[in-house]
C-alpha cells in the first residue's frame, strides 16, 4: 500500500519542484557595466533595475537619466566626427535576462576591437525583456487566465490547463506528423531553385554542397521520425500557450497602460517610457537637445529587431509616427506578414526619408535547422512559428521573416520601392546558418555594412 501511494505522491512532488525551479529560475541581481546603455523590462512590461526591483514610473526619470547623459556625451564626442548614429536594439524571444545581458557586452567590446567598423559607428541602445521559454511555460500552467495573473485561481486551476495541454498534444498527433512530412521536403534538398525577386547577399555561391541533399541527411531523418512522432506533438501542445505568453510579454512591452492583475493597473511599458524620454530630447525630427533644451546636432536613429523583437518595433512604428527613425532593420522578423504591412508600410509613407530593411536565412537554412541529434522537428523557430504556435487563416498570418513566405506572398508596394529593401542570405561558409545567428555580431556587422550600402546589390 505505501508504495503504491508513494509513487504518485513523489510524482506530484517532482512535479512541484519541477514547476517551483521555472518560476523561480533566474531570480537575484543581474549584472552590467552598461546600465547607462540599456533598459530592462519586466516579464509584465514595467521596468526593473538590476537588483530586479520594480521601476515606479514616478522614478523612472532617475532610471533614464544616466542613459540621456550618454547620449548627450556621444553627441558632443562626435562633433566635427560625422554624421551621429543611435542604434536601439531589441532582442527576440527565448532569450533570459542574463543572456540578453551577456549580448549587450559582446556588442559594447566588438565596437572597441577595430574589426567592426559599421558597428563602431554607432551609439547603441539595448531593450531588455524577459522572454524566457521556461518562464512562458509555468506562467502559462500556473498563473496566467485570461490574459492576467491570478495568484490564487492560477495554482488551483493548473492540474486542468496541464490535463488539457497534454489532451492537445494528442489530439493534435496527426496534424504535426503530417507538417513534419511538408518540412521534410523542404529540408532534404536546396529550395533556392526558384528565383528571389529582391537582394542576394550570399558570401559564397548559393548551393553550397554543405547544404545539399545528401543521403546520410535523410537517413537520419527517417531514424529518428518514430521519436520526433512523440515529441512534436507535446511541443505543438505546450508550445502554442507558451509562445501566446511570449507575445503577451512582447505587448506589455510599450503598454500604455500595464494591466498585469486583477489588482494591479497602473503603470507603462518599458519601451513607452524610454521613448517618451527620447521624444522629449527630440524636439524636432532628427533634432537632439540637451537637457536645458539646447539643440546639440542632427541624430539619425536606426531601429534593430531580431525575431520577436520586431514585434515590438511594429508598435513603436505605429505608436510613434512623430518621431523620424532613419533606418528599420527586420532580422529573421517573427511578426506577420499583414502585421509588418500594417506597421511599416504606412510609416514609411509617411517619412520619405526613412528606408526598411528585412534580412532571412537562405530558404534551405530555414527548413533544414535541427537540434539535439534530429529528435525534434526540422526548421528555425520561424518554421515552428508558422507550423505549429500560430494560427494560419491566411498567407498574410505567416511570419515575415521566412524567405519563402516573402517569395509567395509579399509584393513591394510601387512607390516604396526605392525604400524598401528585402535581403536573404545565401548557403555559404560564412552566411548565417541558424536563426539564432542573427544575435551574433559578425552577422550583426555584415547586416549593418549592408544597409550602409556595401556588399550587397540593391535591386
Known amino acids: 500500500m505505501s508504495t503504491t501511494y508513494l509513487k504518485p505522491r513523489s510524482l506530484v512532488l517532482s512535479g512541484c519542484m519541477l514547476l517551483n525551479f521555472l ?124 490574459g492576467e495573473e491570478h495568484p490564487i485561481w492560477g495554482p488551483i486551476s493548473s492540474p486542468f490547463i496541464t490535463a488539457s ?17 511538408v518540412n521534410a521536403r523542404d529540408a532534404l534538398w536546396i529550395r533556392e531553385s526558384e528565383p528571389w525577386p529582391w537582394s542576394e547577399c550570399a558570401l559564397a555561391p548559393l548551393g553550397d554542397t554543405s547544404d545539399r541533399w545528401v543521403p546520410g541527411n535523410a537517413a537520419l531523418f527517417v531514424t529518428f521520425y518514430l521519436i520526433r512522432a512523440l515529441t512534436v506533438p507535446v511541443i505543438q501542445g505546450f508550445g502554442t500557450p507558451a509562445w501566446d505568453t511570449m507575445k503577451r510579454r512582447a505587448e506589455l512591452v510599450l503598454a500604455p497602460r500595464r494591466g498585469i492583475s486583477l489588482a494591479r493597473r497602473d503603470g507603462q511599458g518599458t519601451a513607452r517610457l524610454l521613448l517618451d524620454a527620447l521624444r522629449a530630447r527630440m524636439k524636432a525630427p532628427r533634432k537632439w537637445h540637451d537637457e536645458n533644451g539646447k539643440e546639440v546636432g542632427d541624430l539619425a536613429i ?55 530593411w528585412g534580412f532571412s536565412l537562405s530558404e534551405t537554412r530555414e527548413a533544414l535547422e535541427w537540434d539535439y541529434f534530429d529528435m525534434f522537428d526540422r526548421g528555425t523557430l520561424l518554421v515552428w512559428i508558422d507550423h505549429y504556435f500560430q494560427r494560419v487563416n491566411a498567407p498574410g498570418d505567416r511570419v515575415f521573416g521566412r524567405g519563402k513566405e516573402l517569395r509567395q506572398y509579399f509584393e513591394i ?17 560564412h552566411d548565417p546558418k541558424r536563426h539564432g545567428d542573427f544575435s551574433k555580431t559578425e552577422i550583426l556587422e555584415r547586416v549593418l555594412q549592408i544597409v550602409d550600402g556595401e556588399g550587397c546589390p540593391r535591386r
Open 302 to 356: 536606426t531601429l534593430v529587431g531580431h525575431s520577436m523583437g520586431t514585434m515590438i518595433l511594429n508598435n513603436v512604428l505605429e505608436d510613434y509616427t512623430d518621431l523620424s527613425f532613419d533606418r528599420i532593420v527586420y532580422l529573421a522578423a517573427a511578426a506577420s506578414i499583414d502585421d509588418v504591412r500594417g506597421a511599416v508600410l504606412p510609416y514609411l509613407r509617411n517619412h520619405p526619408e526613412t528606408k526598411f
Open 23 to 146: 518560476v523561480t529560475a533566474g531570480c537575484g541581481s543581474l549584472h552590467s557595466s552598461h546600465a547607462d546603455q540599456l533598459v530592462i523590462a519586466h516579464k509584465h512590461g514595467y521596468p526593473i533595475n538590476l537588483e530586479r526591483q520594480e521601476v515606479k514610473a514616478k522614478d523612472f526619470a532617475n532610471y533614464v537619466k544616466p542613459i540621456l547623459e550618454r547620449i548627450d556625451q556621444y553627441m558632443k564626442s562626435t562633433a566635427g566626427k560625422g554624421a551621429p548614429r543611435l542604434l536601439i536594439h531589441v532582442h527576440g524571444g527565448m532569450n533570459t535576462y542574463r543572456g540578453a545581458l551577456a549580448r549587450v557586452d559582446e556588442l559594447l567590446l566588438a565596437q572597441q576591437d577595430g574589426r567592426h567598423e559599421h558597428l563602431a559607428k554607432h551609439h547603441l541602445l539595448f531593450v531588455n525583456w524577459d522572454s524566457s521559454l521556461p518562464t512562458s511555460v509555468a506562467d502559462d500552467l500556473l498563473t496566467l487566465r485570461l
Open 165 to 181: 495541454r497534454l489532451a492537445s498534444s494528442g489530439f493534435s498527433t496527426p496534424q504535426s506528423l503530417a507538417v513534419q512530412l
Open 413 to 429: 508596394p510601387e512607390e516604396l520601392r526605392a525604400r524598401f529593401f528585402l535581403v536573404k542570405f545565401g548557403n555559404g561558409r
